[in-house]
């Protein structure tokens, strides 16, 4: 990417077509000189991070290429949306964002290793990135040792919590209990069969959501299964499910394998006419692969459907559609990639500084007023204060929200019964 | 659990019908990598890719019905599974032109280009089509299952799938045994000089293979957007599979690479049934592991002086 003579040599252009553009129309130069003024850069930006008069440089840092570019490029459109309307709004203290992006390749020594590029060589003044939590553990001891702040979307297992990252996704809790307690009353769901893909997410998340079954309702899990991620052939597990006849299956299938199982069940005659399912794994670009048809019926557990009627997400729809095309969809995660740079930018105004530790400080209790999902708040806990949502998956790949929690559901990445 | 004779009678036969149905994906999958492998000896890596080509066409041609010609929506399936295979094939064609012939005596740079021309072919993948997955548009009558009495289920793709790789085994079989083509690419396999010698260009026939074997796994990768993804990647979920199949088979014989599909498929979707999936795929792994140390040649080899 830019060298530092390359910067040095776009900094000078901006700053003389900024005096030109001063000498011209003084009126619509000041705003912005008076907020760039009024922070200094010597005072907003004690540690040597890349920002200048008139330009803050933050990093971009997802798969680009592999297998995981399927799942990260709607976080990589929505974060650089956000950036360009934070931009068009003024900035942040008065400084256009600059980005520079790094391709992790799906592959998470290369995450690292760019991390390490972006904190070290760039002195980014934050990093929003990051997908899998596998991509995430490995960065995390460079982010503390090197004091970067890095805004993470996914919904994860939670089991974590660091100063240097701020969790935009819902940590397990917020997306399991709730959702498995809305089977229970609304459709009196008393069995459960737990599938999942073989890795960390599935395995904590479905632990968690047993404990909850089983210690806290007081209900049956008649089932538990996993199979290798990229698994194609799930009829015997199908056949399985007939026999013991769970009155809701709750899965967490991934990747290819999910479209996969929902056409294999589809096959099968498992459909929602004579099955219950719900799901913490199937967001709008799921549906692209699986296909609505496929699953429509089904129930989904989430904090953000694209089809929310709210005039935030009216207005963030339009403008996504407007920069990737009429036939983008959007799903969870593309939504909480979204709000990273805002809640970065309302931290950075409200600490008055890029500073990475007054940064950390200032973030709990920020608000989001314009969030497309609503409203949220960053826990003292580095994650968000968000609702849950029951989508009904459509033939046409979109969610009919069908339930909402009636409170933000408390961020609790360590709860206690649950481990 | 309150199950009745004729409840587990429907489970038997679907499960027996499930064990069917991984036989025939495994065998459509291996046949293509069989004829390469097989009667070239070429380690074709990019042997999932070509199956992606099959898959993409289905979604090209299914876009294409959807907004042009709505009404031919329900037959559009076999067409498209023609065209992915003549599209797949001549895509092997070139790849054996434009890379493989050169290669021929360094079997382990075979191994190295077509890993390379995989990596590549993904790449071009994500840049035409995205790097989401898609889904296309399946007819009607290839959705759901048929249920003859209430309980019993048995899927209508995997019927499909099924008949497909029954008509292209025995195609594969009739063409090696029965034709020209088959003839020479016998002769080719057995002795490359005397073939030569004999007036048979082994050139042309090496490349007639090669392109035939892709075009099968054309067709593999198209009945396969009825049970799974397709993506950039879908490729390479389906290449292990496939060479465990050849591998265990015994390379050079055809029936070697049915009885195995057979073997491993029902193996899987039993233990499958009665254990936990990841320890399936542990289970029958071990056993074609133990099965390769007793017999490293595979299940069957040709006898031939070496």
Known sequence: MSSQDDRDDLQSTSRRNFSKGLATLPLIGMPGLSLAAKYPTAKVNTTKLAVTDTEVTVGQLHSATGTMAISETGSIQAERLAIEQ????????????????????????????KSKKLLVNDRVAAVFGCWTSASRKAV????????????????????EQSKNVIYTGQEATQQILWGLDWVMKEKGAKSFFLIGSDYIWPRTSNKIARKHIENFRHLKVVGEEYYPLGHTNFNSLINK??????????????????????????????????????????????????????????????KY??????????????AFKAKYGPKAVIGDVTQAAYLGPWLWKFAVEKAGSFDID?????????????APEGYVKIHPNHHLWSKARIGEIQSDGQFKVVAESPELIEPNPFPKGYQ | M?????????????????GLSLFSVLLLMGLGLAIIFGQMGVINMAHGEFMTVGAYTIFMLSSLTETYAPSLMPYYFL????????????????????????????????????????????????????????????????????????????????????GLTLLVTGGVFLMLYRSRWGLRVRATVSNRGMANAIGINTRNTDRMTFAIGCGIAGVAGAAFTTIGSTGPTSGSLYIVDAFLVVTFGGAASLLGTVASAFGIAQTQSITEFFLTGSMAKVLTLLAIITILMIRPQGLFALKMRR
């Not at chain 1, 992006?101 to 290369?110: C, H, K, L, R, Y």
């Open chain 1, 358 to 370: 007054k940064i950390a400080k200032a973030s709990p209790g920020i608000e989001f007023k314009g």
């Open chain 2, 79 to 162: 067409v498209a599974i023609a065209v992915a295979f003549v599209l797949a094939f001549a895509a092997g064609w070139l790849a054996e032109w434009a890379l493989i012939r050169h290669l021929y005596r360094r079997p382990l740079d075979t191994l190295l280009a077509t890993w390379g021309l995989s990596l590549g072919m993904q790449q071009i993948f994500r840049s035409t089509f995205g790097a989401k997955e898609v889904s296309p548009t399946l007819p009607e009558w290839l959705l759901g299952s048929w249920s003859p009495t209430e309980g019993l289920d048995i899927p209508i793709n995997g019927m499909f799938v099924m």
């Open chain 2, 2 to 18: 309150g199950l009745s004779a004729s409840d587990l009678w429907n489970i038997v036969v679907m499960q027996g019908f499930a």
């Open chain 1, 241 to 302: 499910i007939k026999i013991v006849k769970p009155d809701c299956i709750y899965a967490i299938v991934v990747g290819g394998s999910n479209v996969a199982f929902y056409k294999q069940m589809k096959a099968a005659g498992v459909t929602s006419k004579k099955q219950l399912l719900l799901t913490i794994s199937v967001t709008e670009d799921e549906l692209l692969g699986i296909g609505g048809e496929n699953c429509d019926g089904f129930y989904a557990c989430m």
């Open chain 1, 140 to 159: 995390l001891p460079i982010f503390e040792k090197e004091n970067g702040m890095l805004y993470y979307p996914t919904f994860y297992e939670g089991l």
């Open chain 1, 86 to 113: 934070i931009n068009a709004a003024g900035g942040v203290l008065g400084r256009q964002i600059k980005i520079i992006q790094e391709d992790g390749a799906s592959d998470w020594p290369t995450f690292a290793e």
């Open chain 1, 305 to 318: 459907f694209q089809s929310l009627d709210n005039s935030n997400n009216h207005k963030f729809v339009e």
